[in-house]
C-alpha cells in the first residue's frame, strides 16, 4: 500500500491550500481515510476522517474552515484547508485504514506565515 500526499507548502493567514492524498494497492472504496497533523514539539492531532460509509468528523480547531473529501475512482483523498492560521503549521501526514490495517503516508509540510 502506498500513499502519497502533496499540495503542502507557505500560505498566508487567512489563505488556502488544498492538500491530497493519492492511495494504490488498497481497497479504497472500503477504506476509512483521513488526515493528521503534527506540529513542531507537539502531539500528533487528527484532523479529519471520512469513513468509507460516509461518516466525516472534524477536529474542533478546524471546524468550519477546514473540508475533506474523497474520489473513490481515483483513489484519492482531499483535505481543502482555508482561512488558515498561523498554529495550522504543521506535517500533515495522509492515513487509510481498513479492517485492523493501518497505512500511513509521507508528510507534506504546509507553513502559514502571520
Known amino acids: 500500500v502506498q500513499l502519497q500526499a502533496s499540495g503542502g507548502g507557505l500560505v498566508q493567514a487567512g489563505g488556502s491550500l488544498r492538500l491530497s492524498c493519492a492511495a494504490s494497492?488498497?481497497?479504497?472504496?472500503?477504506?476509512?481515510v483521513g488526515w493528521y497533523r503534527q506540529a513542531p514539539g507537539k502531539q500528533r492531532e487528527l484532523v479529519a476522517t471520512?469513513?468509507?460509509?460516509?461518516?466525516?468528523n472534524y477536529a474542533e480547531s478546524v471546524t468550519g474552515r477546514f473540508t475533506i473529501s474523497r474520489d473513490n475512482a481515483k483513489g484519492t483523498v482531499y483535505l481543502q484547508m482555508n482561512s488558515l492560521k498561523p498554529e495550522d503549521t504543521a506535517v500533515y501526514s495522509c492515513?487509510?485504514?481498513?479492517?485492523?490495517?493501518?497505512?500511513w503516508g509521507q508528510g507534506t509540510l504546509v507553513t502559514v506565515s502571520s
Open positions: 494497492g488498497i481497497l479504497f472504496s472500503r477504506a476509512t
Open positions: 471520512f469513513s468509507s460509509g460516509g461518516t466525516i
Open positions: 492515513y487509510a485504514s481498513r479492517g485492523l490495517q493501518n497505512y
